[in-house]
């Protein structure tokens, strides 16, 4: 009997709209790339639904998990924990993994709070968590040499591998909506409102301190190969995906994103679907983030366009190393996306280094001045 791996990527439903579990269809569809693990382990059906965990847990007992795996971001974290938890209390020798960017950089005391997790991946996780799996196969795994993985030693002990380069070539990683990871997912459960991720590239040129987009601010942006990224538009029409969260960063910050903008809309006129797209623009709002707001618009698609500033405190922008677009330019912006019929929105991020209530009340009414 091959060991089991479990992995949970759970968000939060909207109505009967839930997402594809993409972070963790990315990790199983790179393991099982690797010979060995594909010859070695079973993988589980995707744990994506906020099921009762005590409930989910016991219904492991058929099919004891080997390995569990989460994503982890602030929207699940104390679940994922407790999910953790609950399996190590009742399968004692199940490899606990914790991925993605919740997950602590420097938190030396973090395995001694949490002495069911074994294992902590940082950054990119693929290759990672491969890795972590090879490890898993010796009679006497040592986890903490793995480059971009923290593990627990002895007496709840943190002990840090090297640091991982991140992966410079974007096309080892497979689409698990390609592969289809999810066509059975999508199949089976027809009442649901599936929702899907599109991640076209990785990284962000910007240092804004407040923020962590996949730990990979201030690096290099690489992108995917867009014959995959326009197979996967193409799987969304087929499958009746509904709506579509763009992954990127700076989504316009590339020439070719507004190619993918337009295909979108091919694809909508073929299948229907997607209906809805939305996605975090380029920081620097300009002629090509407009022509891609006019052709997603134009094909009822849109779903807002981004005009953020974060603060209007100038104290505070220093301190989050943040330069805004200039207000005059911003009303203008607000003037021509109105003149077309494009929604736009802007985003305040309250408490922020070096706000006051006073200089956040002021930033308000500067925004809505303009």
């Avoid at 004891?64 to 104390?78: D, I, M, Q, T």
Wanted: proline content about 6%; aromatic content about 12%; glycine content about 6%.
């Amino acid at each position: 009997m091959k060991p089991r791996v479990y992995l949970a990527q759970v968000n939060f439903q909207y109505g009967s709209g839930v997402f594809l579990p993409y972070s963790i269809g990315l990790l199983a569809g790179y393991s099982i790339t690797v010979p060995i693990i594909k010859t070695c382990y079973d993988f589980m059906p995707f744990i994506y639904r906020r099921d009762n965990i005590e409930i989910l847990a016991a219904e492991m007992r058929d099919h004891p998990p080997a390995v569990l795996g989460f994503s982890c971001y602030v929207r699940n974290w104390e679940w994922n924990l407790a999910l953790a938890r609950e399996v190590k209390r009742r399968y004692p020798t199940c490899l606990v993994v914790l991925g993605g960017p919740h997950v602590p950089q420097h938190d030396p005391a973090f395995f001694q709070r949490h002495h069911y997790v074994d294992v902590l991946v940082h950054g990119e996780g693929e290759q990672a968590f491969a890795d972590v799996l090879i490890e898993a196969l010796h009679p006497l795994p040592s986890y903490g040499d793995i480059p971009g993985v923290s593990a627990q030693g002895k007496r709840h002990m943190r002990v840090d591998g090297p640091a991982r380069e991140r992966i410079s070539d974007l096309s080892v990683l497979p689409s698990p909506y390609l592969t289809g990871l999810f066509d059975l997912m999508v199949a089976v459960n027809p009442e649901i409102d599936w929702q899907g991720t599109l991640e076209t590239n990785r990284g962000c040129p910007f240092m804004c301190s407040f923020c962590d987009w996949g730990s990979a601010i201030y690096a290099k942006v690489r992108a995917f190969d867009e014959g995959r990224l326009q197979r996967e538009v193409q799987w969304f029409g087929r499958k009746r995906i509904r709506f579509v969260y763009c992954a990127d960063a700076n989504f316009g910050i590339l020439k070719r994103d507004l190619s993918l903008a337009e295909y979108l809309t091919h694809v909508k006129a073929q299948y229907d679907y997607p209906q809805q797209f939305r996605a975090t623009y380029a920081k620097n709002s300009d002629d090509k983030i407009f022509a891609i707001a006019q052709t997603l618009h134009a094909a009822d698609l849109n779903k807002g366009v981004t005009l953020s500033f974060q603060s209007m405190d100038p104290h505070t922008l220093d301190v989050i190393k943040r330069k805004n677009i200039k207000i005059d330019h911003f009303a203008s912006l607000l003037h021509r996306y109105e003149a077309a019929g494009i929604a736009t929105y802007t985003e305040l991020i309250m408490g922020l280094p070096g706000e006051t209530y006073a200089s956040f009340k002021a930033g308000i009414d500067l925004l809505l001045d303009a």
